[in-house]
């Protein structure tokens, strides 16, 4: 679609509400709905909530609505919104930079053992969620985490989502620069501020100096990613663009070089390209990358220069290599002296319980801070050299793991249909049947690998970038009496990958199988991986030279 007149552009004079979502957005801005959470709805209980609220502006504080216990994928995209969901939230807890205190994470655990039903996921955008969350107990639990300085706001919605960035930023040894300063300026002054609470869609930010790029800014709206330039100054490179879902498109750089102390205005000034420019005739056009991909990368250099900066950015230089697979799993030396040492969940999901654990043991053998990560896991910071091995033993034991088989460490899942009102099949429960199978089958794989498995095509957890990209469909299969039923199954995206030769899985048309044949097939694909690679080469690499019927 080509951007012309009447896609509801501000800066073009289109105001008008093109859809329901802008229309309610026009209404009362999302914002506003806490204070109604807190006088109106904790009172009524869940039947007294207006419906643009309920399945509007909550999200602006990190809530939807759950799915109904028992309802299968089939009826997804059957049923009335009011017919799919269950009486409960889920409530996303927004962490900038993954940053936490023992305190905080100590909080977030009692919430979840107190509220939750002791269940926690740690997502792939460095948020905790927790779920079978009662409208009734909102405010107090916005209480708690207001005493320790975290909050919901705009952890969902049309607006600035949470900022990823390094979970060893401002004390890894390989660092390019140190992003700290700038996230926390940009959050103060941006997040929750009106002028930036009603975008087209929503806009995801990653500000990070890591020499791994961890934070995947291939795939970010914006992302400022460390470099040096010609001086050796720190700074950052500009990415615009990137993002997966339906119509998966990779960040483009702007090729500008950005200061630290000039990230929180630059950062304004893309996301305000994109709130008055932006398509808001379509929620499925709305994204930053549709604009960016009619524009070019010039000409939105030159309208973030000329009218949203007043000034040109000096040319910088593009990032280092960046590798396929990043995390920071293990023990990891500092450049202060002292170690970090990253784990890994399983499949994102963890419980209140073993946070609470997590939170006294960074008390009492390390510095009293940990990071959530983008790959799920967790990382405890300021460990002393003589407690490293007692922390990744204290760890094991709470299920997290920071000697991890590669299967364990690749493998990430969203949320699925256990909660997920857009989901098709389950997914948690799915992802760790086939690591467990594979690490059975396959005890001694010896590369990394990504396994990344989604309950539908919105890729919140990125099927399309993964080595094996599992995305959830229903399938029609015959059953025994010869009638065909719903079946839970994937369609597979096969050698998708981030870094430098970044690139989006293979699929084929009739590349679908079974929930239940998952485990077999991704053994049958590794095992003619292990057969065929040559030397170094890895599975992506293997993929992209594959004959069809070797991945079939």
């Known amino acids: 679609m080509a951007a012309g007149k009447g896609q509801g552009q501000w800066a073009l004079g289109y105001r ?21 959470i807190i006088d109106i709805y904790q009172h009524t209980g869940f039947d007294g909530i207006d419906p643009g609220d309920l399945r509007g502006r909550f999200r602006w504080y990190g809530l939807y609505t759950q799915r109904a216990q028992g309802i299968p994928g089939g009826r997804t995209a059957i049923l009335e919104p009011e017919e799919l969901e269950d009486k409960y939230f889920m409530l996303r807890i927004r962490i900038d930079g993954g940053r936490l205190s023992s305190e905080q994470l100590r909080v977030i655990g009692e919430i979840s053992t107190r509220y939750g039903r002791d269940l926690a996921d740690i997502t792939d955008r460095q948020n905790v969620q927790l779920h079978w969350i009662r409208i009734e107990d909102v405010p107090a639990i916005w209480e708690q985490l207001e005493a320790v300085g975290l909050n919901t706001t705009e952890a969902c919605g049309d607006t600035p989502r949470v900022m990823l960035s ?17 996230l926390a300026e940009t959050i103060e002054r941006y997040v929750g501020d009106p002028a930036f609470s009603n975008l087209p869609r929503k806009f995801k930010t990653s500000i990070s100096g890591c020499a791994q790029h961890c934070v995947n800014h291939e795939i970010n709206d914006v992302a400022f990613v460390g470099v040096r330039d010609a001086d050796d100054e720190p700074g950052f490179d500009l990415w615009v ?7 998966p498109m990779f960040a483009q750089r702007l090729g500008v070089f950005v200061r630290s102390e000039e990230v929180a205005e630059v950062w304004s000034g893309v996301c305000g ?12 056009h709305a994204r930053l990358k549709f604009l960016l991909a009619d524009w070019g990368v010039e000409k939105f250099r030159q309208v973030l220069q000329d009218e949203y900066l007043g000034r040109k950015l000096p040319d910088g230089p593009a990032p280092d290599s960046s590798p396929a697979h990043r995390d920071h799993i293990g023990v990891i030396a500092q450049r202060d002296g002292g170690f970090a040492v990253g784990a890994t969940t399983d499949s994102g999901r963890t419980s209140g319980t073993a946070l609470t654990k997590v939170a006294a043991l960074a008390d009492s053998l390390a510095g009293g801070r940990i990071r959530t990560t983008a790959q799920q896991g967790l990382v405890l ?3 002393p050299a003589g407690s490293t091995e007692a922390v990744v033993r204290h760890l094991q034991e709470l299920g997290l793991s920071a ?31 086939i690591r467990h199978e594979l690490e059975r089958r396959l005890p001694d794989f010896d590369t990394a690998i990504t396994i990344n498995v989604n309950g539908c095509p919105n890729s919140c957890a990125r099927f399309q970038v993964a080595d094996i990209g599992f995305k959830g469909i229903v399938q029609k299969v015959k059953a025994e009496d010869g009638s065909f039923v719903d079946a839970e199954a994937f369609q597979v995206h096969l050698g998708g990958q981030l870094g430098s030769e970044a690139a989006f899985g293979r699929k084929f048309r009739g590349l679908k199988v079974t929930a239940e044949q998952a485990p077999d097939y991704a053994e ?29």
């Open 403 to 433: 000697r991890p088989t590669k299967f364990h460490r690749g493998t990430i899942a969203c949320t699925g249909i256990e909660f997920c009102k857009l989901a098709l099949v389950e997914t948690k429960g799915r992802a760790e049947t």
């Open 381 to 383: 910071l300021d460990v």
């Open 524 to 552: 049958r694909i590794l095992t003619g991986y292990l057969d065929r690679r040559t030397a170094g080469e890895s599975f992506a690499g293997y993929v992209s030279r594959a004959e069809e019927d070797w991945l079939l």
């Open 273 to 284: 390209i994109f709130r008055d420019y932006g398509y808001r005739r379509s929620r499925n």
């Open 166 to 182: 390094c979970p060893l930023e401002g004390v890894a040894a390989d660092a390019l620069a140190d992003a700290s300063a700038a």
């Open 16 to 36: 008008e509400p093109l859809n329901p979502n802008e229309r309610s957005k026009r209404d009362n801005d999302g914002l506003l709905v806490k204070q109604r």
């Open 241 to 247: 663009g990137g993002g997966l879902s339906t119509n």
